[in-house]
């Protein structure tokens, strides 16, 4: 069993790897199978399976300017949430979006993120084609 340091540590390292843009750390700490589910119909909504997908989609979602802010670790019995405020702009486009991402865990490592967005209509407005 994952004790509440290591669930903390996890979701700490997940967010300096995106931050820091270490793609190299994101693989460290993620099942080759991960799999990252994203409501609606944006460029990084859907499923991004394995771990190329899903730092594929980290990098859209830095390459776009957006800021993580960390709100809060939640520490459930056996996995970790975050809780965010993602901001950025672009142009006229304007993202400030209040989202959770759920890590499910895997012999200490993310096999599983699932995100819940406040408005998916802006996340779908936001990330388009450039």
Known sequence: MITDTEKN????QFLTAIRNRDWELM????????LWSL???SLIS?????????IERAQMIVNYGVTLALKHILLGQ???ALSLNNTA???DLVLDEH???VCSLRDGKIRRLDTYLSDVDMLNTFFVKV
């Open 9 to 12: 540590n996890v979701a700490q």
């Open 27 to 34: 693989r460290s700490i993620m099942t080759e199978d991960i």
């Open 39 to 41: 409501p609606g119909t």
């Open 46 to 54: 859907g499923e991004a399976r394995g771990v190329e997908a899903v």
């Open 78 to 80: 056996h996995n970790v």
């Open 89 to 91: 702009r672009r142009g």
């Open 99 to 101: 989202l959770s991402i």
